[in-house]
């Protein structure tokens, strides 16, 4: 798959998923824009690129999400895919705390707001270039949350996933695909924070018995399922939610 030219931001660029999707996509000639806030980490995936652009931002901050766009186009002059990988959770005692709404804002000014904002300020240039927008969700967004604290996490990304059916059925007159990907356990650093919910050791590998697959995905395959759906292979799919699970949800029912 060629990107040849073609103008990629990636949102959460720093690591994991964020960051194998970046290589990925400078590997087929992409002129990738790498977004994220840690600037140590993003230099060291931005060393293992052509060329990026790379932007410390923060993506639930108004300021920077403009900011995002406008140096993009400033340096590229096009936009052709956006990758709303960001996202995030923060610990909270859920509906019987009492942090349960300071949590709920902070959650979906990130999983939510962001995506809807930056995919609001790209739109019109991916209108003339007949891009798409790749949003990264989870599994989250289709099930019940398995502990306390984290419903404001899984309320993010089922609104996500409806935001990318919505964003679909608006742009798609226009030329302009949107998917979603709904990934289950990946091997990221998203564990450090979110370990004390799942009362794990901190080890992705306590989820392997919970798949059908006896495995834990690598953010290389879910970087492998974004290049597919940003490119023309598949051109004829918009408005879908594209499951990478090793079976987790099918072993639940």
Request: hydrophobic share 40%; proline share 4%.
């Amino acid at each position: 798959m060629s990107f040849k030219n073609k103008v990629v931001i990636v949102t959460g660029a720093s690591s994991g998923i964020g960051a194998a999707a970046s290589k990925m996509f400078s590997k087929e000639g992409a002129r990738v824009v790498m977004v994220g806030r840690n600037e140590t980490k993003l230099a060291a995936v931005a060393a293992q690129c052509n060329s990026p652009l790379v932007l410390r931002a923060d993506v639930s901050n108004d300021d920077d999400a403009r900011r995002i766009i406008d140096q993009t186009v400033k340096k590229n002059g096009h936009i052709d895919v956006l990758v709303n990988n960001a996202g995030m959770t923060m610990a909270n005692g859920g509906i019987l705390g009492t942090d349960m709404m300071k949590s709920y804002d902070t959650i979906m000014n990130t999983n939510l707001r962001a995506v809807v904002h930056l995919s609001n300020l790209a739109a019109p240039y991916l209108v003339k270039t007949k891009g798409n927008i790749v949003n990264i969700s989870s599994i989250a967004g289709t099930i019940p949350p398995i502990g306390p604290g984290l419903t404001n996490y899984y309320v993010s990304k089922a609104a996500l996933n409806h935001f990318t059916v919505c964003a679909a059925k608006e742009l798609g007159p226009h030329g302009v695909r949107v998917n979603v990907i709904s990934p289950g356990p990946v091997r990221t650093d998203f564990m450090d924070n979110v370990k004390d919910f799942y009362g794990t050791t901190g080890s992705w590998d306590d989820f392997m018995p919970k798949t059908i697959l006896n495995r834990v995905s690598e953010p290389d395959e879910i970087a492998d399922m974004i290049l597919y759906l940003a490119s023309d292979k598949a051109k004829s799919v918009t408005g879908s939610n594209f499951v990478i699970d090793n079976g987790m949800l099918i072993k639940r029912t």
